[in-house]
């Protein structure tokens, strides 16, 4: 590999890079898994994967799953 083309591929590499940052900097972003599930990406290092009836019956208990969370407050950790 000659000077001009490290110099090239380490550009591609950078935007590369630049593009993978900017993507993971969005925020949440939702998907069809391979096996059809709803993927939600952007909540940890791993995507939270459930299938459709299972999320409907979690969205279905937020009122909830946001009681239980108030109610639970001091024990549990902020992650930020």
């Known amino acids: 590999m ?9 550009e591609r590499l950078t935007k590369e890079n630049e593009s993978l940052k900017a993507r993971t900097s969005k925020g949440i972003s939702l998907k069809v898994s391979e096996k059809g599930g709803v993927s939600v990406y952007g909540m940890g290092r791993f995507p939270i994967t459930l299938y459709k ?11 909830d799953l946001r009681r239980f ?4 407050s001091s024990k549990l950790k902020v992650k930020e």
């Open 2 to 10: 000659n000077e001009a083309e490290m110099k090239a591929e380490l």
């Open 69 to 72: 969370i108030e109610e639970n």
């Open 53 to 63: 009836e299972q999320w409907l019956k979690l969205l279905d208990m937020a009122d």
